[in-house]
C-alpha cells in the first residue's frame, strides 16, 4: 500500500526551505501532497490561487508530489486524504512549542495520523516565508532563499 503524507502549510511564499523539507519527506513516503491552507489567522501577501501556482512551478518535474489546497480543520483534511503522516518543519527550538501544540491538537482530532518533524539543512535554519517577504518588500535579493518563479512573483509584488 502506497504511504501518503501530507506536508500542510500556508506557503505564503513556498521558500527553498520548505522544498528540502518536501525532498526529504520524499525519501521516507511514496507519495507527499502540499496542502496549502486556504484559511488561515494570517492576511497572507499571496492569494490562494497565487501561492498554489508557485508551489507546483517550484516542484514541477518531481515524481510523487503534488499541491493542493484545503480549507477546514487539517486534521479533516488528513483522515479525508487517508495520510499516514503530516510533516512539520522544525527550525529551531523557538518552533517546538507551537508545533507541539498543533500536533497534539491533530493527534486528539485524528488519532491514527502521526505528525513527523523533519529538520532542514543548516542553511534553511534561518529562513521562513516572512522574513522573505520583508527582504523583498524592502528591495533586498531573495534569490538564494526562494525557487526562481517566487522571487520574480515577490518583485512584481513590491515594484
Ligand atoms: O505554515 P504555517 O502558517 O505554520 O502553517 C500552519 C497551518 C496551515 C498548518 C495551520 O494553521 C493549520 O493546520 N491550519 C488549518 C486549520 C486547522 O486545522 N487548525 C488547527 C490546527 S491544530
Redesign the pocket.
Known amino acids: 500500500m502506497s504511504r501518503l503524507a501530507i506536508y ?5 511564499p513556498i521558500t527553498n526551505g520548505h522544498l528540502d523539507i518536501v525532498r526529504r519527506a520524499s525519501h521516507i513516503f511514496d507519495e507527499i501532497v502540499i496542502c496549502i ?1 486556504e ?4 492576511t497572507p501577501l499571496f492569494t490562494i490561487e497565487e501561492r498554489l501556482e508557485l508551489a507546483i512551478t517550484s516542484i514541477a518535474g518531481s515524481d510523487h508530489i503534488t499541491v493542493e489546497t ?1 480549507g ?6 488528513a483522515r479525508m486524504r487517508k495520510a499516514a503522516a503530516i510533516i ?1 518543519g522544525l527550525r529551531a527550538v523557538k518552533d517546538f512549542e ?1 508545533e507541539f ?2 500536533a497534539l ?2 493527534k486528539s ?1 485524528y488519532p491514527e495520523v502521526e505528525t513527523i518533524f523533519l529538520m532542514p539543512s543548516e542553511r534553511f535554519t534561518y529562513v521562513n ?1 516572512s522574513i522573505v517577504r520583508e527582504v523583498a518588500r524592502l528591495g533586498g535579493d531573495v534569490t538564494a532563499h526562494v525557487p526562481s518563479a517566487v522571487a520574480e512573483a515577490l518583485r512584481k509584488k513590491f515594484l
Request: net charge negative; no cysteine.
Open positions: 500542510p502549510g500556508t506557503f505564503d491552507a484559511n488561515t489567522e494570517k484545503f477546514g480543520l487539517l486534521a479533516e483534511y512539520r507551537y501544540q498543533m491538537m491533530n482530532l516565508s
